[in-house]
């Protein structure tokens, strides 16, 4: 017999992991049951008459329930994947089924499930079983394993081998999907999950769910730093998270649920692993009762939405709640949509969208115990205490968003005893406070009550990476012909020099360049050929996201000329200044479903959305594979713009691609960075600026002795005013408001700022009333702006880069163009290859140094698209510079370069407080790590636990230096150089 098999290691492992007092064994051959049979009915009528007073009564009862029982199998005989048989057999098993049998043969509700009990294993009786035969017809089937509760095989799994490389938990889940569930599909009617395993990792999926939707299990890590599990342990941890009898009937009664796809066809979903623990959290935090908020960061694509409803349904069925509200809040009209799209289809009950602010008062007014969704802007005119009880709970979608403003506020104020949990799809930086503040809690880690982050969800295939193909537009503008024609105009005019200067500084900004018809037309024609070469043949479909919806029209009648028309639409919001013309492309709700609905379809022609600010929020088409971005974005709102394309759409998709055609990238960058020592501060410091509130408004409002602010109208404003008429008091005035607005900003939506805000109002409508306005350049402007236009648009030629054409960059290169001896090098491909090079090495000061060198001559010639003769001089002298660094990197042992980035690293921790001798903590890395490293270590569990270990002890316990981020960038430096 083999030492290892998948028998004897990963079969065997998962079976004595679960088996318990409460969980027996029973090898599949002495089941009592014939292998034709899917229940154990002997078990099934045991529970029936435990856990019914009224069939205990009358055990022949049981029967009864058993026939409809196998009525519901039998159906299922040649219904391969039997969602709907499972959906209804479900609904058995968790208590929302009846029959006849009360005294005067009223309906009672029969149980075959305790749920009462969930955590005492021995409230039902549980068996695990290994090798389990299955007959239907002529076809046997043998499943590795099984797991039953009162005679029901909830859970089926299949091992693999865990030796051979050749099987993966891929192998076993198409054995379960592909053969199981088409060969023997009655067997999988009470099926609550299945899962599969090779030994190395764990994947559970529905009945039904292709294979490729399967999830992984992960716990969170309570050490940071501790190495990364593998092998069985990865498999441990999963078998405890999902196979206890708690945690499997949680997945059948909260966490599992149906809807119809696409095609309207039913599905089964199930909760992944992030949905389920961020779930218990606030199921958790709600019952504690202490904490009355938290905040979750789940990455967009991830299924927040999904989270909401299984929150909702398990928050429902609370019984410590009594019934509780559960108000669902979003900040736009088209995730309210998506949102009761996605509550609706999965039939949770008690489900209200709210039409109207009145109908929400009323309805929070009323007490009403129900699912509630509504939009932030509903609280705008809610006045004081709109329903006072403890058992509310609100769950805030993108909530770095939604407490903008006085809405916030109001929220607070009508359910001042509510339980509030913020959740946003966006990592949350330095500049979003008010999300930590107004949702995160001390308490939580990192401000986090549920993180689940952009790599977290590549790793688990919960979404794509995201690829950038850079296609940045050239601008050349013709200045001597501009400006010829500019002077005529300021001279037919009788311009100042002032207006001039208005006008030229306007006509010249991003806005004008980038609507420039001659652009739009030459980036729609790229649009038009990547499209047609790189994504449609592929079977996928894109999105152009515009600058403004002139833009969008723009670029619909330039598709149209190289595409049919019927290939592109437009959507985009209604606004009263529309030309009626743009009426077709502002659909309503009905009408953009149809959009939707016609975009996700793979057979459908419309290939290509253009939009400008509808469908980057909320918009879910996993078809969705490349979006050209032609609009500056920044930060959240091109996060989510971006993530639209990172939906998993099996089997092909595997990046979702960004065409850039504005050099957006570093934004993305930016939009991604997260500090939690400035988070965790940010929580603990309300109080203090809660305290400055006041003092603040005080400073404010004595520039304003003796004035009535109960006075309105022209009077009161002639009053203020003239208290601050001199501009030394206006300007001492702006900058007291200035800290009154800034901390106002940084507290909304405390409920205590409701005390300060009529005065607040006050000094605002003050403050705007002094402010002055730029009334000639905007009249100038209103006269002349697109007559400007017109002839700057006259004057501009863009060219689109093409090609993947790449310059070798070396010495004898480098010296050729400074010397003018070569031409053919464009500087755009100079300014890549010096970008390239310096990436290689980032953790070495001197390339930094360069690299940082590279961005400031970035933003010195940003202005003019970095064409003139200085950029080009400049650059060179950069490539220079990087080359010659490399050749004096190489001519360095590799340990030495190591010991140059150490000792930059902790020269820069040397402090007064920190007076650590900065070579001997150096010298003594280098000598750890040469003593435990070996050829090839980085690459090996074993080798990177050695070092991590010895790195540890070396800078925690020898130099005290207990910094998590110093010893994660010294051990980067490690693995690179050693």
Same mark, same amino acid.
């Given at each position: 017999?083999?030492?290892?098999?998948?028998?004897?290691?990963?079969?065997?492992?998962?079976?004595?992991?679960?088996?318990?007092?409460?969980?027996?064994?029973?090898?599949?051959?002495?089941?009592?049951?014939?292998?034709?049979?899917?229940?154990?009915?002997?078990?099934?009528?045991?529970?029936?008459?435990?856990?019914?007073?009224?069939? !205990?009564?009358?055990?022949?009862?049981?029967?009864?329930?058993?026939?409809?029982? #196998?009525?519901?199998?039998?159906?299922?005989?040649?219904?391969?994947?039997?969602?709907?048989?499972?959906?209804?057999?479900? !609904?058995?098993?968790?208590?929302?089924?009846?029959?006849? +049998?009360?005294?005067?043969?009223?309906?009672?509700?029969?149980?075959?499930?305790?749920?009462?009990?969930?955590?005492?294993?021995?409230?039902?009786?549980?068996?695990?079983?290994?090798?389990?035969?299955?007959?239907?017809?002529?076809?046997?089937?043998?499943?590795?394993?099984?797991?039953?509760?009162?005679?029901?095989?909830?859970?089926?799994?299949?091992?693999?081998?865990?030796?051979?490389?050749?099987?993966?938990?891929?192998?076993?889940?198409?054995?379960?999907?592909?053969?199981?569930?088409?060969? @023997?599909?009655?067997?999988?009617?009470?099926?609550? =999950?299945?899962?599969?395993?090779?030994?190395?990792?764990?994947?559970?999926?529905?009945?039904?769910?292709?294979?490729?939707?399967?999830?992984?299990?992960?716990?969170?890590?309570?050490?940071?730093?501790?190495?990364?599990? @593998?092998?069985?342990?990865?498999?441990?941890?999963?078998?405890?998270?999902?196979?206890?009898?708690?945690?499997?009937?949680?997945?059948?009664?909260?966490?599992?649920?149906?809807?119809?796809?696409?095609?309207?066809?039913?599905?089964?979903?199930?909760?992944?692993?992030?949905?389920?623990?961020?779930?218990?959290?606030?199921?958790?935090?709600?019952?504690?009762?202490?904490?009355?908020?938290?905040?979750?960061?789940?990455?967009?694509?991830?299924?927040?939405?999904?989270?909401?409803?299984?929150?909702?349904?398990?928050?429902?069925?609370?019984?410590?709640?009594?019934?509780?509200?559960?108000?669902?809040?979003?900040?736009?009209?088209?995730?309210?949509?998506?949102?009761?799209?996605?509550?609706?289809?999965?039939?949770?009950?008690?489900?209200?969208?709210?039409?109207?602010?009145?109908?929400?008062?009323?309805?929070?007014?009323?007490?009403?115990?129900?699912?509630?969704?509504?939009?932030?802007?509903? +609280?705008?005119?809610?006045?004081?205490?709109?329903?006072?009880?403890?058992?509310?709970?609100?769950? &805030?979608?993108?909530?770095?968003?939604?407490?903008?403003?006085?809405?916030?506020?109001?929220?607070?104020?009508?359910?001042? /005893?509510?339980?509030?949990?913020?959740?946003?799809?966006?990592?949350?930086?330095?500049?979003?406070?008010?999300?930590?503040?107004?949702?995160?809690?001390?308490?939580?880690?990192?401000?986090?009550?549920?993180?689940?982050?952009?790599?977290?969800?590549? #790793?688990?295939?919960? *979404?794509?990476?995201?690829?950038?193909?850079?296609?940045?537009?050239?601008?050349?503008?013709?200045?001597?012909?501009?400006?010829?024609?500019?002077?005529?105009?300021?001279?037919?005019?009788?311009?100042?020099?002032?207006?001039?200067?208005?006008?030229?500084?306007?006509?010249?900004?991003?806005?004008?360049?980038?609507?420039?018809?001659?652009?739009?037309?030459?980036?729609?024609?790229?649009?038009?050929?990547?499209?047609?070469?790189?994504?449609?043949?592929?079977?996928?479909?894109?999105?152009?996201?515009?600058?403004?919806?002139?833009?969008?029209?723009?670029?619909?009648?330039?598709?149209?000329?190289?595409?049919? =028309?019927?290939?592109? *639409?437009?959507?985009?919001?209604?606004?009263?200044?529309?030309?009626?013309?743009?009426?077709?492309?502002?659909?309503?709700?009905?009408?953009?479903?149809?959009?939707?609905?016609?975009?996700?379809?793979?057979?459908?022609?419309?290939?290509?959305?253009? &939009?400008?600010?509808?469908?980057?929020?909320?918009?879910?088409?996993?078809?969705?594979?490349?979006?050209?971005?032609?609009?500056?974005?920044?930060?959240?709102?091109?996060?989510?713009?971006?993530?639209?394309?990172? #939906?998993?759409?099996?089997?092909?998709?595997?990046?979702?691609?960004?065409?850039?055609?504005?050099?957006?990238?570093?934004?993305?960058?930016?939009?991604? !960075?997260?500090?939690? *020592?400035?988070?965790?501060?940010?929580?603990? /410091?309300?109080?203090?600026?809660?305290?400055?509130?006041?003092?603040?408004?005080?400073?404010?409002?004595?520039? +304003?002795?003796?004035?009535?602010?109960?006075?309105?109208?022209?009077?009161?404003?002639?009053?203020?005013?003239?208290?601050?008429?001199?501009?030394?008091?206006?300007?001492?005035?702006?900058?007291?408001?200035?800290?009154?607005?800034?901390?106002?900003?940084?507290?909304?939506?405390?409920?205590?700022?409701?005390?300060?805000?009529?005065?607040?109002?006050?000094?605002?409508?003050?403050?705007?009333?002094?402010?002055?306005?730029?009334?000639?350049?905007?009249? &100038?402007?209103?006269?002349?702006?697109?007559?400007?236009?017109?002839?700057?648009?006259?004057?501009?030629?863009?060219?689109?880069?093409?090609?993947?054409?790449?310059?070798?960059?070396?010495?004898?290169?480098?010296?050729?163009?400074?010397?003018?001896?070569?031409?053919?090098?464009?500087?755009?491909?100079?300014?890549?290859?010096?970008?390239?090079?310096?990436?290689?090495?980032?953790?070495?000061?001197?390339?930094?140094?360069?690299?940082?060198?590279?961005?400031?001559?970035?933003?010195?010639?940003?202005?003019?698209?970095?064409?003139?003769?200085?950029?080009?001089?400049?650059?060179?002298?950069?490539?220079?510079?990087?080359?010659?660094?490399?050749?004096?990197?190489?001519?360095?042992?590799?340990?030495?370069?190591?010991?140059?980035?150490?000792?930059?690293?902790?020269?820069?921790?040397?402090?007064?407080?920190?007076?650590?001798?900065?070579?001997?903590?150096?010298?003594?890395?280098?000598?750890? @790590?040469?003593?435990?490293?070996?050829?090839?270590?980085?690459?090996?569990?074993?080798?990177?636990?050695?070092?991590?270990?010895?790195?540890?002890?070396?800078?925690?316990?020898?130099?005290?230096?207990?910094?998590?981020?110093?010893?994660?960038?010294?051990?980067?430096?490690?693995?690179?150089?050693?």
């Amino acid at each position: 017999m083999a030492l290892f098999n998948e028998g004897n290691t990963v079969r065997d492992f998962v079976r004595d992991l679960v088996t318990s007092p409460d969980v027996q064994f029973v090898a599949g051959n002495e089941l009592p049951r014939r292998a034709d049979e899917v229940l154990l009915e002997g078990a099934v009528k045991t529970a029936l008459i435990r856990l019914n007073p009224e069939i !205990a009564a009358d055990p022949a009862k049981a029967d009864e329930v058993i026939y409809n029982l #196998r009525a519901i199998l039998i159906s299922a005989r040649t219904s391969p994947h039997p969602v709907v048989a499972n959906e209804e057999f479900v !609904a058995w098993l968790t208590g929302q089924k009846s029959m006849p +049998f009360g005294p005067t043969g009223e309906h009672i509700t029969v149980r075959l499930i305790d749920f009462d009990q969930l955590y005492d294993d021995s409230s039902n009786h549980w068996v695990v079983s290994t090798e389990v035969p299955m007959q239907q017809g002529r076809v046997g089937k043998r499943f590795d394993f099984v797991l039953w509760c009162n005679g029901f095989p909830l859970v089926v799994g299949e091992a693999k081998t865990p030796i051979r490389s050749a099987y993966t938990w891929i192998d076993g889940a198409a054995q379960v999907h592909d053969d199981y569930e088409q060969s @023997v599909p009655q067997f999988f009617v009470p099926n609550v =999950f299945s899962f599969a395993t090779e030994g190395k990792d764990f994947r559970y999926g529905t009945v039904g769910m292709p294979v490729e939707l399967w999830g992984p299990w992960r716990d969170d890590e309570s050490d940071p730093d501790a190495p990364a599990k @593998v092998g069985l342990e990865v498999v441990k941890d999963a078998v405890n998270g999902v196979l206890k009898p708690a945690a499997v009937l949680d997945f059948l009664r909260y966490f599992t649920i149906y809807a119809s796809d696409k095609k309207h066809r039913k599905i089964k979903i199930i909760a992944r692993f992030q949905q389920f623990q961020g779930t218990n959290l606030i199921v958790q935090r709600v019952l504690h009762g202490k904490i009355k908020q938290g905040l979750i960061w789940h990455f967009q694509g991830s299924g927040k939405s999904l989270l909401m409803v299984f929150s909702a349904l398990k928050l429902r069925a609370m019984a410590e709640l009594t019934n509780p509200t559960i108000l669902i809040v979003v900040d736009r009209i088209d995730l309210d949509t998506q949102i009761t799209g996605t509550f609706n289809a999965s039939d949770v009950p008690g489900l209200v969208s709210t039409d109207s602010r009145k109908e929400l008062q009323t309805l929070l007014s009323q007490g009403a115990r129900k699912v509630i969704i509504t939009t932030i802007h509903k +609280f705008g005119e809610a006045d004081g205490v709109l329903d006072d009880r403890q058992n509310i709970i609100a769950m &805030v979608d993108e909530a770095h968003r939604s407490q903008e403003g006085d809405y916030g506020q109001k929220m607070r104020e009508a359910l001042p /005893n509510a339980f509030l949990f913020g959740l946003t799809g966006t990592p949350i930086n330095k500049r979003d406070r008010n999300t930590f503040m107004w949702f995160g809690s001390a308490e939580d880690e990192g401000g986090y009550l549920s993180r689940y982050s952009f790599q977290d969800s590549i #790793r688990d295939g919960a *979404t794509l990476p995201l690829h950038f193909e850079p296609r940045l537009s050239e601008i050349h503008l013709d200045q001597e012909k501009i400006d010829a024609a500019f002077e005529e105009l300021a001279a037919d005019r009788n311009l100042t020099e002032s207006e001039k200067i208005t006008l030229s500084k306007k006509a010249a900004s991003i806005e004008v360049l980038i609507k420039a018809p001659d652009r739009i037309r030459q980036v729609a024609a790229d649009v038009v050929e990547h499209f047609s070469a790189k994504v449609e043949p592929e079977g996928f479909k894109a999105q152009l996201v515009a600058y403004d919806k002139a833009s969008c029209v723009a670029y619909k009648e330039a598709l149209d000329t190289m595409l049919p =028309f019927e290939a592109s *639409t437009i959507v985009m919001s209604k606004s009263r200044t529309d030309p009626p013309s743009w009426s077709a492309w502002t659909p309503g709700a009905d009408e953009l479903e149809q959009v939707v609905a016609r975009f996700n379809d793979p057979a459908d022609p419309l290939k290509i959305i253009i &939009v400008t600010a509808k469908l980057l929020t909320g918009f879910d088409a996993p078809i969705l594979q490349t979006q050209y971005l032609d609009k500056p974005l920044k930060e959240h709102t091109l996060l989510q713009a971006i993530t639209r394309t990172n #939906r998993v759409y099996p089997p092909n998709k595997t990046h979702g691609l960004i065409v850039d055609y504005l050099g957006i990238f570093d934004d993305v960058a930016k939009s991604l !960075a997260f500090d939690e *020592t400035a988070v965790q501060q940010v929580i603990s /410091n309300i109080a203090e600026l809660k305290n400055q509130l006041a003092p603040a408004m005080a400073t404010a409002i004595a520039f +304003f002795p003796g004035v009535d602010r109960s006075i309105g109208g022209y009077e009161g404003l002639i009053q203020a005013q003239a208290a601050i008429a001199d501009d030394v008091t206006k300007d001492a005035f702006g900058s007291a408001y200035s800290v009154v607005s800034q901390l106002w900003e940084a507290l909304s939506p405390d409920p205590m700022l409701k005390s300060f805000r009529d005065d607040y109002k006050w000094l605002t409508d003050v403050y705007e009333s002094v402010r002055p306005a730029d009334i000639t350049g905007r009249l &100038v402007w209103h006269a002349l702006g697109a007559k400007t236009i017109e002839l700057i648009n006259e004057n501009i030629q863009v060219e689109i880069p093409q090609g993947d054409e790449t310059v070798v960059l070396d010495a004898q290169t480098i010296e050729d163009l400074m010397a003018g001896a070569r031409k053919d090098v464009p500087v755009e491909q100079i300014e890549k290859q010096i970008t390239a090079r310096i990436a290689r090495h980032l953790n070495n000061p001197v390339f930094i140094e360069l690299g940082q060198r590279l961005n400031a001559l970035r933003e010195k010639y940003a202005d003019i698209q970095q064409s003139s003769l200085d950029f080009l001089r400049e650059l060179l002298d950069l490539a220079k510079d990087t080359v010659a660094a490399e050749k004096a990197e190489e001519e360095v042992p590799r340990e030495e370069r190591g010991k140059a980035a150490l000792t930059e690293l902790f020269d820069a921790l040397k402090g007064d407080e920190t007076p650590i001798i900065v070579s001997n903590v150096v010298d003594r890395i280098d000598e750890v @790590v040469r003593a435990v490293r070996f050829v090839g270590w980085q690459s090996t569990i074993a080798g990177d636990q050695e070092v991590r270990k010895a790195l540890r002890q070396t800078l925690y316990v020898q130099f005290k230096i207990r910094d998590g981020d110093v010893y994660e960038r010294a051990l980067g430096y490690v693995r690179e150089y050693y």
